[in-house]
């Protein structure tokens, strides 16, 4: 019995290391393909691939420098998580099997995503973002020192970051009549945000309808916590000439903004719990639970001020 159990932890452990080797070779030569893809427009390095028992598979020390810029783009780990190491074993079979070798559950992960504030590339990519979005008055001390359309260098600078260091991690569950989706994104000194997202009906069957699909909003549980941004954010203001009563407005004009890119004009039952999240609460909780389910095409058939009451939306600060 004794040497039985001995052969049997030995043939598991043969087999595991088995199994970890193929997954290994089969990832490392997906991303030797997709860097040999991304070759004339980036050269990405890793360190190596890494997997765990409880189902989690990463890619490690990456790096990335986009063609045309010197400054690098790091990332500690980028990967995938499955509730088993058999589960990963099961998606190495995608190509054959199709959707039925995604679990019911897989999350996605990012950590240690640094960008330097003063990137070549940063300063490209912010100047492009102006532009898609028809920026007004940008250069504004009050729409600068909020980051009323996103943080310039020089603004990421003064407000005391020498990297945006993000990490997130994105879990889906697909069921048989609701997909939902959690998210936790975490900017590293500034702010942290753990989001809960219900559809409802069958994601995959949707998406087998292609253009026909129409996503419908079941829930959404939203929580913004500040983790030093805002106390940055009036300093910084008041270093521009701005007043305590000024930076409060410019701040609100911000999240307005925010809004707007959504369709959505938010209403007072929004700005002033918003408001206390400024004023040193240091979590804002926003709710959406519509009466019946919302397609997201047709919020935009509805006025930007009718949408709050559309969603049921709704926020507190605490």
């Given at each position: 019995?004794?040497?039985?159990?001995?052969?049997?932890?030995?043939?598991?452990?043969?087999?595991?290391?088995?199994?970890?080797?193929?997954?290994?070779?089969?990832?490392?030569?997906?991303?030797?393909?997709?860097?040999?893809?991304?070759?004339?427009?980036?050269?990405?390095?890793?360190?190596?691939?890494?997997s765990?028992?409880?189902?989690?598979?990463?890619?490690?020390?990456?790096?990335?420098?986009?063609?045309?810029?010197?400054?690098?783009?790091?990332?500690?780990?980028?990967?995938?998580?499955?509730?088993?190491?058999?589960?990963?074993?099961?998606?190495?079979?995608?190509?054959?099997?199709?959707?039925?070798?995604?679990?019911?559950?897989?999350?996605?992960?990012?950590?240690?995503l640094?960008?330097?504030?003063?990137?070549?590339?940063?300063?490209?990519?912010?100047?492009?973002?102006?532009?898609?979005?028809?920026?007004?008055?940008?250069?504004?001390?009050?729409?600068?020192?909020?980051?009323r359309?996103?943080?310039?260098?020089?603004?990421?600078?003064?407000?005391?970051?020498?990297?945006?260091?993000?990490?997130?991690?994105?879990?889906?569950?697909d069921?048989?009549?609701?997909?939902?989706?959690?998210?936790?994104?975490?900017?590293?000194d500034?702010?942290?945000?753990?989001?809960?997202?219900?559809?409802?009906?069958?994601?995959?069957?949707?998406?087998?309808?292609?253009?026909?699909?129409?996503?419908?909003?079941?829930?959404?549980?939203?929580?913004?916590?500040?983790?030093?941004?805002?106390?940055?954010?009036?300093?910084?203001?008041?270093?521009?000439?701005?007043?305590?009563?000024?930076?409060?407005?410019?701040?609100?004009?911000?999240?307005?903004?925010?809004?707007?890119i959504y369709?959505?004009?938010?209403?007072?039952?929004?700005?002033?719990?918003?408001?206390?999240?400024?004023?040193g609460?240091?979590?804002l909780?926003?709710?959406?639970?519509?009466?019946?389910?919302?397609?997201?095409?047709?919020?935009?058939?509805?006025?930007?001020?009718?949408v709050?009451?559309?969603?049921?939306?709704?926020?507190?600060?605490?």
């Open positions: 019995m004794k040497n039985f159990i001995i052969w049997a932890i030995l043939i598991g452990a043969l087999g595991y290391g088995g199994a970890k080797f193929y997954l290994h070779k089969e990832v490392s030569s997906a991303m030797d393909m997709a860097v040999l893809m991304m070759s004339p427009y980036a050269n990405v390095e890793y360190d190596g691939v890494g765990t028992l409880s189902g989690e598979l990463t890619v490690d020390g990456v790096r990335v420098r986009i063609d045309g810029y010197s400054d690098e783009l790091t990332i500690d780990r980028i990967g995938i998580d499955t509730p088993s190491f058999l589960s990963l074993i099961s998606l190495s079979d995608l190509s054959s099997k199709g959707p039925d070798a995604i679990p019911e559950q897989i999350g996605f992960l990012i950590e240690g640094r960008i330097p504030a003063d990137a070549d590339y940063y300063d490209d990519f912010y100047e492009f973002s102006l532009a898609a979005r028809n920026a007004e008055n940008p250069e504004s001390a009050g729409a600068e020192c909020t980051g359309y996103g943080f310039s260098p020089a603004a990421l600078s003064a407000l005391g970051y020498q990297d945006q260091v993000m990490s997130m991690y994105m879990g889906i569950r069921e048989e009549s609701r997909f939902s989706f959690d998210m936790q994104i975490s900017m590293d500034m702010w942290d945000m753990d989001a809960n997202v219900s559809l409802a009906g069958n994601m995959v069957a949707e998406m087998m309808q292609g253009p026909a699909s129409q996503p419908r909003l079941r829930n959404m549980h939203v929580e913004f916590t500040d983790r030093s941004l805002n106390e940055r954010v009036s300093k910084y203001c008041e270093r521009r000439g701005l007043s305590a009563v000024e930076t409060m407005h410019a701040q609100i004009e911000s999240f307005k903004v925010f809004g707007e369709g959505i004009e938010f209403d007072q039952y929004m700005i002033d719990p918003f408001k206390e999240f400024l004023l609460k240091s979590t909780v926003i709710t959406a639970q519509p009466s019946n389910p919302v397609a997201f095409s047709q919020i935009d058939l509805y006025k930007p001020s009718d709050p009451a559309l969603l049921n939306l709704a926020a507190i600060a605490r």
